[in-house]
């Protein structure tokens, strides 16, 4: 018995957990406003600024200890486009970002993958993942 429940509990981390994870990171990045919702994507996670709504893909619907690394890489990048759409407000940042999508493609360079605020959120997330699971492992959540 406490076998398998020690099992359980290193593979995946309960759904409660994950919800407070993004709760606490939302929070702690003063975009709490932001609404999550899960879908079945394509894409691992979406930050739509038009709803302000960060949409998960279903695979994160329970995480797996290997996926732990990914799963806060991709929330951290979502949130700091949060924090961004935060600070220009969500019509500015949209035009601010389609503009430099624009920019990109007339420089015949990729829309998403040379675009500043993308290469910005994904820093932001590798930046900062280790620091957030170490404290998350800590607080007996992960
Ligand atoms: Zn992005």
Redesign the pocket.
Known sequence: MSYIYSMLVKEFISETNRNQVISILLKHYKVESVKVKTKSMKDHAH?NVDTGTLELSTRYKTIKTSQVKSFLITIL??IN?AMDAKTFGWKLFKEKYEMEMNLQIANGKDEYKDNK??IQ?EEFGQKMWKYWKTKFKKDGLM
């Open positions: 930050f990048h979502e486009h605020y993308e959120a």
